[in-house]
């Protein structure tokens, strides 16, 4: 989902939602018309719409910023949830690498849902609603279609020596195995791998897409040089530092994880049973975090214009008009 020059040509918003004397507030707007819109400012008197009611009365505020024209400019944004690493994540092409997660989907799509993309791997949901994956030049696909809202572990894994891909899906119960199935495929070659690793979205040539509807919880990266003895080069608990975009590595000084449109933390995971109902007492319960295709957060639009609240201008309820 992406706006674009033909959905809405006329949108704003503001930094903020209310402002002192002396303070200011900055406008950020999108238009895809070829004019100038013009901008005035009103006082709400009331905004109830109903005919039945007093409907809509607002009174000119000019006196405090007069009706102004501000060139048209389109600023596009991107809906949806996800998280990416701060910085690349580097596998050497002589090394073998194994990603677990664990997911609770809750939609499926007309297109890809990515569950974790990392350069040349890419682990998602196909369009039958299946686990798929593609290393390298190789695609590799579970026949069974997954059940929405219910927990699976998910692991692909690349074999160095043996030139082979293998991905295997358990159900779970709670934290429970129950049915697994897997696939394997041969691939020609791995190049080098450095990227940066994206959770829920896959990074495009613009932006982020593909974008995952549902739960998603310990994603972990494995690196080997023998394939007997595996180093956990990256992990984020989901249930570590909740009140920020920000979830750190597990692995000292390894890889954080930037959070993207804010998606839902503190929800519910594959360990949770009911026991405790506040994730402080329990993290562990809830770990996991939920993403949308549709999650937004800022924007980031650059700003158009500001307007300093004057300190004789009556305390209210305002809009800023905009027309084109």
């Known amino acids: 989902m992406t706006h674009s020059k033909s959905d809405v040509a006329l949108l704003g918003y503001t930094d903020r939602l ?4 002396g303070e200011s507030i900055a406008f950020k707007v999108s238009s895809s018309l070829s004019e100038p819109y013009a901008a005035r400012l009103c006082r709400s008197i009331s905004a109830d719409a109903n005919p039945a009611g007093l409907g809509i009365v607002e009174q000119s505020a000019s006196d405090f910023f007069h009706e102004q024209s501000f060139e048209s400019r389109y600023q596009p944004f991107y809906p949806g949830s996800y998280g990416r690493s701060t910085t690349a994540v580097k596998l050497d092409n002589d090394q073998s690498f194994s990603i677990s997660v664990r997911i609770w989907p809750t939609l499926t799509k007309a297109s890809p849902q990515t569950i974790l993309a990392w350069g040349n791997v ?12 593609t290393v390298g030049n190789a695609t590799l696909n579970i026949d069974s279609v997954l059940s929405l809202r ?3 572990e998910l692991t692909l894994s690349f074999s160095q ?5 293998t991905l295997k899906q358990v159900a779970l119960q709670g934290s429970q195995p129950l049915q697994s199935h897997s696939a394997h495929c041969g691939v020609a070659a791995l190049p080098e791998q450095n990227a940066i690793v994206v959770i829920a979205a896959r990074n495009a040539a613009e ?12 994603p972990k990266l494995y690196q080997s040089n023998d394939e007997a003895n595996w180093q956990l ?8 530092n909740m009140a920020s975009k920000l979830v750190p590595n597990v692995v000292p000084e390894a890889h954080a994880l930037q959070l993207v449109n804010l998606p839902a933390r503190a929800m519910a995971s594959s360990q949770w049973d009911g026991s405790e ?16 295709d549709d999650d937004i957060y800022d924007f ?25």
């Not at 209310?18 to 004397?21: H, I, L, N, W």
């Not at 897409?209 to 310990?218: A, L, V």
């Open 161 to 165: 020596s043996k030139k082979a891909s």
């Open 150 to 152: 219910h927990w699976y």
């Open 18 to 21: 209310s402002a002192r004397p």
């Open 207 to 218: 932006h982020f897409t593909e974008h995952f509807n549902g739960k998603i919880e310990s």
């Open 122 to 133: 890419h682990l998602f949901i196909n369009t039958c609603g299946a686990v798929s994956a």
């Open 277 to 292: 109902m506040c994730w402080r007492h329990k993290p562990a319960h809830y770990e996991a975090i939920h993403f949308h």
């Open 300 to 324: 980031e639009w650059r700003t158009d214009f500001s307007f300093t609240v004057p300190v004789n201008m009556p305390s209210g309820v305002y809009v800023m008009r905009i027309q084109c």
């Open 233 to 240: 080069m990256s992990a984020w608990n989901f249930s570590e």
